[in-house]
C-alpha cells in the first residue's frame, strides 16, 4: 500500500467533546500517529450520543485511528507526563478553555521552549484573545453568533439548528487546515507556531457576502426555509408516493431540460419564467406548478424523467438511504469497523477528500481506555516500566481494564483492524 500523507506526523491531541477530537480524527485519517489523551475516567464522549451494549456508538468514529492514553492532568506528575509526550509531537491539539493549559504549564510558551518545532492549535468559543476570550462556548453559541442560525429555518419560526454539530465540526476542519498550512511553513522556517480557531469565526467564514448585502446594498438574509431567495427552481418536493426530491435547474439551460422532462417545453419561453430574474421573481408560482408535476409520479419516475433530461436532482437521503446506495457503495464511502469492546460492526463514513496517490485510511475504530498508556509512555515519553507501574497504583494513569482486555480478546479484536477497510 502507499504511505499515508501524513506518515511520520505525531499528533497529541488534549480535551475533549467534539471540535479539538474532530480535528484529531482528520488528521488520524490521513496517517498521523494521534495520541488522545484522556481522564482516567474517559473521554465524556465515551458517553456521548446513542448507546450500545455499554458503549457510545459516536466514539467509534470520533476516536477512529487514535490512541488512548488515560492521564490524570489534575495531578502535577500527569502533567509532567504529558509535557514529555509534547517535546516528542509535531503538533498539539487542545480545546480547553482559554488559560486552562498556561495555569498546568502546558501553554505553547512552556511546550515550545523545549520543542521550539511544535505547532499548537487551539480550538475555542471565541479564540484566544478579545474581551469574550475565557468565555465558555459551544458549537451552538458559535453557530448563533457566527450567523448560520439566523439563517437556517422558516421566516415565520424561531431559528433551528442543522441536525448534526456544524460549528464543531467547521472548527475542526478550520483546526486541521491550520496545521496542515503551519507543517508544511515549517519546512522553510524550521519553527512551529500558534493556531487560533473560535467556533464562532470558523461559522462567520461560511457567510458569503452576506455582511457586504448588508452594509452596501441594505439588505439583510433572512431565514427562507428550503429555497434559495431569488434562485429557482431549486427546492424539494414530494412525489406521489411519499418520497422526497430536491431538483436544483435554476440555469436557463437546465430550465429548459426540466420543461422538456415535464412535457411543458412551453414553460422555457413564458416571460414568468423565461430568465433567472423572472423565476426569482415568481418563485411560488413555479414551485407550485413543479410540485403538482412530481406529485403526480411515483419518486423513481421522476428520477427517471429528470435523469433522461440531464436535470440535477437528489433524494432526501437518510442512513437507510445512504446504506443502500449504489454509488456510496461504489466510491466505499461507507467503511465498517469491529468495535474493541462489543464486537459490533459500526458502519461509518469513509476518508474524505480522496488521495488517488497517497490516500487516507480508517484503520481502527475508538480505542478502549487506556489501551495504548504503557506503550505510548515507553515510547514517546522514555518511561521505565517500573516507573508506569507506579504511576498507575497510584491513579495517575490509567492502563485498558483487564476485563475489557478480555472482551476485545474474546471478539478478535484486541488490535482492531478495519472489516472493510478502504483507503482514501
Known amino acids: 500500500m502507499s504511505s499515508t500523507p501524513l506518515d511520520g506526523v505525531r499528533v497529541l491531541e488534549l480535551g475533549s467533546f467534539i471540535a479539538g477530537p474532530f480535528a484529531g480524527q482528520l488528521l488520524g485519517d490521513y496517517g498521523a500517529e494521534v495520541v488522545k489523551i484522556e481522564p482516567c475516567d474517559g473521554d465524556a464522549m465515551r458517553r456521548w450520543g446513542l448507546m450500545r451494549d455499554g458503549q457510545s456508538l459516536w466514539w467509534a468514529q470520533l476516536a477512529r485511528n487514535k490512541r488512548s492514553v488515560a492521564v490524570d492532568l489534575r495531578d502535577p506528575r500527569g502533567r509532567d507526563l504529558v509535557r514529555r509526550l509534547a517535546h516528542k509531537a509535531d503538533v498539539v491539539v487542545e480545546n480547553f478553555a482559554p488559560g486552562r493549559l498556561a495555569g498546568w504549564g502546558l501553554d505553547y510558551a512552556a511546550l515550545s521552549a523545549a520543542n521550539p518545532k511544535l505547532i499548537m492549535a487551539h480550538v475555542s468559543g471565541f479564540g484566544q484573545s478579545g474581551p469574550r476570550a475565557h468565555d465558555r462556548g459551544f458549537g451552538s453559541v458559535g453557530e448563533a453568533m457566527g450567523g448560520i442560525r439566523a439563517l437556517t429555518g422558516h421566516p415565520d419560526r424561531p431559528p433551528t439548528r442543522v441536525g448534526v454539530s456544524l460549528g464543531d465540526a467547521l472548527a475542526g476542519m478550520f483546526a486541521v487546515m491550520g496545521v ?59 412525489a406521489g408516493d411519499g418520497g422526497e426530491l430536491l431538483i436544483a435547474a435554476n440555469g436557463d439551460a437546465l430550465f429548459a431540460r426540466l420543461c422538456a422532462a415535464m412535457d411543458a417545453p412551453d414553460l422555457a419561453a413564458d416571460p414568468r419564467f423565461a430568465t433567472h ?71 461509518m463514513p469513509n476518508v474524505v477528500p480522496k488521495l488517488s496517490r497517497t490516500p487516507g485510511a480508517v484503520r481502527a475504530p475508538g480505542p478502549l481506555l487506556g489501551a495504548d498508556t504503557d506503550q505510548v509512555l515507553r515510547d ?13 497504583a497510584r491513579g495517575v494513569v490509567r492502563r485498558a481494564d483487564a476485563t475489557d482486555a478480555a472482551a476485545a480478546a474474546d471478539t478478535g479484536d484486541a488490535d482492531p483492524r478495519p472489516t472493510s477497510a478502504v483507503r482514501h
Not at 305 to 322: F, N
Open 180 to 238: 496542515l498550512a503551519a507543517l508544511q511553513e515549517r519546512h522553510r522556517s524550521g519553527r512551529g507556531q500558534e493556531i487560533d480557531v473560535a467556533l464562532y469565526e470558523a461559522v462567520f467564514a461560511l457567510m458569503e457576502s452576506s455582511l457586504a448585502e448588508h452594509e452596501l446594498a441594505g439588505s439583510t438574509r433572512t431565514r427562507t426555509g428550503s429555497t434559495l431567495p431569488g434562485v429557482a427552481p431549486s427546492n424539494v418536493y414530494r
Open 277 to 347: 430574474q423572472a423565476r426569482g421573481q415568481n418563485m411560488a408560482e413555479l414551485d407550485a406548478l413543479i410540485g403538482d408535476w412530481v406529485g403526480g409520479l411515483p419518486l423513481e419516475e421522476a428520477e427517471r424523467l429528470l435523469d433522461e433530461h440531464a436535470v440535477p436532482r437528489g433524494r432526501i437521503y437518510t442512513p437507510a438511504d445512504m446504506l443502500a446506495d449504489a454509488h456510496y457503495a461504489a466510491r466505499d464511502m461507507i467503511v465498517r469497523l469491529a468495535d474493541p469492546g462489543t464486537g459490533l460492526e459500526i458502519p
Open 380 to 392: 514517546w515519553a522514555g518511561c521505565p516500566e517500573k516507573e508506569i507501574d507506579l504511576l498507575a
